[in-house]
């Protein structure tokens, strides 16, 4: 008699299992209206990195693309401003989300960036998102503020993986802020063809459990 519940819960079990390995972030929107689960780092004084329902840019008036709250990171002159946080992800989950950049300067010295960066404990950054003027990035005009530009990224492998968001303003006279949201955490794995199968397999067996319950 127990057999059919055992065998139900079994194969939800093993459906579910590769959704059940990874952590979601923390606050991935900031809809918390702070920045909760975040680590902010500054490298000179003078840069600032807070959750903010609107942002003034140079050209612009920017609002949260999900929800009411949003990321905003402030770089002044010669600063970089960094806000992170980890995140334990199955091979083939994404993460994706919303940034853009703007830019106040006078002129085209040094170099000014927002990005975001993924990176495995341990292995090299890969860049999800970029925007700015540096080795590999879109030149971005001075005194603009730039549309809200979607991101994604997949997980190449089950890891922790640092997320990042940074904005880089070295010898730029002027200021730059980097805003920064998302939806919501990493979406689930889709189970592999394995899985899909072997619970294709058993749902005749439960049938013919059920049938066979029903006779007695």
């Excluded at 959750?51 to 905003?72: D, I, K, L, N, Q």
């Excluded at 341990?122 to 809200?148: C, K, M, R």
């Excluded at 070295?170 to 990493?186: E, I, K």
């Amino acid at each position: 008699m127990v057999r059919l519940p055992l065998l139900s819960m079994s194969l939800v079990c093993l459906l579910l299992l590769p959704c059940l390995v990874s952590a979601d972030l923390v606050n991935p929107g900031f809809e918390t209206g702070d920045l909760t689960g975040w680590t902010a780092y500054f490298q000179n004084p003078g840069g600032t990195a807070s959750a903010v329902t609107s942002c003034t840019g140079v050209t612009r008036t920017y609002s949260a693309p999900y929800g009411t709250y949003f990321a905003a990171l402030h770089s002044p002159t010669g600063n970089y401003t960094h806000l992170y946080q980890d995140v334990a992800l199955s091979a083939g989950q994404v993460l994706s989300g919303m940034a853009a950049l703007d830019l106040a300067a006078s002129s085209g010295s040094g170099n000014y960036y927002a990005r975001v960066t993924l990176m495995e404990e341990g292995g090299q950054s890969e860049i999800a998102w970029s925007a700015g003027h540096y080795t590999g990035t879109v030149l971005v005009p001075f005194n603009t503020s730039g549309d809200w530009s979607s991101w994604e990224w997949t997980a190449p492998k089950t890891a922790t993986y640092e997320l990042e968001y940074k904005m880089y303003g070295v010898f730029v006279n002027g200021a730059a802020n980097g805003l920064f949201d998302m939806a919501a955490g990493p979406s689930p794995v889709i189970p592999e063809p394995g899985t899909l199968t072997l619970l294709a397999l058993g749902l005749p067996g439960l049938a013919l459990l059920r049938r066979r319950r029903r006779a007695q």
